[in-house]
């Protein structure tokens, strides 16, 4: 299995890890995969203090050193696109997905737009480390459509008409339908372009009635630094956007309509702790392009746990995501994921691709594994970013391996640059925890490896009280800790 995008392809994706879960049952649901060795422990931005500089080493970083540092070479791993669909999965830099992989292959950005004049417009690309997915983007660039053949039948046939005009037709509350078109018109397709004219098109939702959408960072990463944002409705009404603040560790973005109009509906936000394996679910994008499109499957599985890159090799985005088989393709990131009675439970943000892509644009389509970050993590993150700007990640203040594993997170014995791998006097240090420790639970979640620590971490806030099980000298001990805080991705 492979993914490709803007004509760099993916390295073959290994099997799927498994789902952190503490039964056997559970298990059987699980899938096998190989963890990206990349940074730390689910600290956002850098080891110390936001902004400082880290450089890491290879396998591990300190759990305040984030972002992580670039992977080391090593088995190819499955890419994750981001659901917008611009950029297209591929290798940071050139330098592979984590875990090692062909080189050059970038990975989840908006969707490009074929044949379109000027600048080539793609960047990102999507690796889970512990379940490479690569983001999606979208955007359609010149037409793309379909010729009806007119037969010229002079054999004189009948057609029967139904008595009920389609548009007459009431559909019941709770049918695809119904739900569709009440979120539809919430919905808008993004266009984000850098200054250099590169970006893609993705997707977003109206978060409240003063003009905030919702969306994934890597739609709107071209267009932070002095590029331009639009924002589409179904109705057509286009209107200029600013980024309000956008978080790369968890892969949400706020941004803001200018002159916003009166009268915005915000989506009704679920609860995506309740949602069940097996509950409808609705996705709400623009696949290739193909604004308003609406597609339908199931929740297939909880705390899938997900790891990303933004393409350039020092950054990642980790996340306990909700699996979906509803199709989601290049286009569909940022855009709403909603259960059967339109409460949006989360942010389609990548998928597990493989195939030759459509058009010629090489980027792949939906083979039914989507992923999707949870509302309740989104939400709190986007508060925050309306509110400071700026992410706030929750940390444990220790640095872990991100190396292949499946018997836990181990604790480093050294941190990104030759740090201390615990943190004085942070949470882990408070906890006595120590370099060699391997964490294999975080409350009643089953860690597996260094990214599902990170993704589970971000799933809670600062101050969250949690209950770590590790293991040391072949011994299994438990404590309790309070989680730290850092604020930003640099």
Do not use: C
Request: zero cysteines; charged letters at 15%.
């Amino acid at each position: 299995m492979s993914t490709e995008n803007e004509g760099t392809a993916v390295p073959p994706a290994p099997s799927a890890p498994p789902v952190p879960v503490d039964s056997p049952a559970a298990s059987s649901q699980a899938e096998t995969a190989q963890h990206p060795p990349t940074a730390a422990d689910p600290a956002p931005p850098h080891a110390s203090s936001p902004g400082a500089p880290s450089s890491a080493v290879p396998g591990s970083a300190p759990d305040s050193g984030w972002p992580p540092p670039p992977p080391p070479a090593g088995p190819a791993q499955p890419p994750a696109y981001g659901a917008h669909g611009a950029d297209g999965p591929g290798v940071p830099g050139g330098s592979g997905v984590p875990g090692g992989g062909a080189p050059g292959a970038p990975w989840g950005t908006p969707y490009q737009q074929p044949q379109s004049p000027g600048p080539k417009r793609g960047r990102g690309g999507l690796l889970a480390g512990i379940l490479v997915a690569a983001l999606v983007a979208g955007g359609l660039g010149g037409g793309l459509g379909y010729t009806l053949a007119k037969n010229d039948d002079s054999s004189g046939s009948t057609t029967v008409s139904s008595s009920d005009g389609g548009g007459d037709f009431k559909r019941d509350p709770g049918t695809i339908a119904a739900v569709a078109a009440q979120a539809l018109p919430s919905t808008v397709t993004i266009e984000a372009e850098s200054s250099s004219g590169e970006g893609g098109t993705g997707t977003g939702f109206v978060f409240d009635t003063q003009g905030h959408i919702v969306t994934n960072n890597h739609v709107v990463a071209d267009a932070v630094d002095g590029g331009k944002l639009t924002a589409t409705f179904p109705s057509g009404k286009t209107y200029d956007a600013e980024v309000v603040g956008n978080a790369q560790g968890y892969d949400v973005a706020v941004i803001k309509l200018k002159n916003a109009p009166s009268g915005l509906k915000p989506l009704t936000l679920g609860n995506s702790d309740q949602v069940a394996v097996g509950d409808s679910t609705i996705a709400i994008g623009a696949p290739f392009g193909l604004s308003n499109t609406v597609t339908t499957g199931i929740i297939s599985a909880k705390n899938r746990p997900v790891a990303s890159s933004d393409g350039t090799g020092s950054q990642a985005s980790y996340m306990s995501a909700l699996q979906t088989d509803a199709s989601i393709n290049p286009g569909n990131s940022g855009g709403p994921l909603l259960d059967a009675k339109g409460n949006v439970i989360g942010i389609n943000s990548a998928i597990q691709s493989a195939g030759n892509g459509l058009g010629g644009t090489s980027q792949s389509g939906s083979i039914g594994l989507g992923f999707a970050i949870p509302i309740n993590q989104a939400k709190y993150v986007a508060q925050e970013l309306i509110k400071n700007g700026k992410p706030v990640y929750a940390k444990i203040g220790a640095s872990v391996s991100l190396e292949d594993s499946t018997d836990g997170a181990k604790i480093t014995d050294t941190g990104a640059g030759g740090s201390e791998p615990v943190e004085a006097g942070g949470p882990a240090d408070k906890a006595g925890l120590k370099p060699g420790d391997v964490i294999t639970k975080l409350d009643d979640r089953v860690i597996d490896s260094g990214p599902t620590l990170i993704g589970e971490i971000w799933t809670h806030k600062p101050g969250d009280k949690v209950t770590i099980t590790y293991e040391r000298d072949g011994k299994t001990r438990t404590v309790e800790l309070t989680l730290g805080s850092r604020v930003g991705d640099s």
